[in-house]
């Protein structure tokens, strides 16, 4: 079992910047992919970001491309994304995940532990 906890979410004005941090514990998640995914009021998980084992590999969602960055440090058994020019669609509950997939994921069903999410909220 991995239990992930997410912090850093908080309100923000349009044009300003968030980082989210996930912390990881009961297993090392250095065999998993982490991604992040966000849900708006009546809406759907949406993909956000998610990286590769070693971290080398990412993938965005192309809402986001160019503004948000993901990274892990496996040592330290955590997964960040940094969020830059923010925008009031960015406003949402932002999930952590880990995928046991060798390859990065894009798809929730792809994930099988998850936080229990943060609001971020951009003010316009």
């Known amino acids: 079992q991995v239990q992930l906890v997410e912090s850093g979410g908080g309100l923000v004005q349009a044009g300003g910047s968030l980082r989210l941090s996930c912390a990881a514990s009961?297993?090392?998640?250095?065999?998993?992919?982490m991604g992040w995914f966000r849900q708006s009021p009546g809406k759907e998980h949406e993909f956000v970001a998610t990286v590769s084992w070693s971290g080398e590999a990412t993938y965005y969602a192309d809402s986001v491309q160019g503004r948000f960055s993901i990274s892990r440090d496996n040592a330290k058994n955590t997964v960040n994304l940094q969020m830059n020019s923010l925008k009031p669609d960015d406003t949402a509950v932002y999930y952590c995940?880990?995928?046991?997939?060798?390859?990065?994921?894009?798809?929730?069903?792809?994930?099988?532990?998850w936080g229990q999410g943060t609001q971020v909220t951009v003010s316009s």
């Open positions: 009961g297993r090392m998640i250095n065999r998993y992919v």
């Open positions: 995940a880990a995928s046991p997939q060798r390859q990065i994921a894009t798809f929730v069903n792809d994930y099988i532990y």
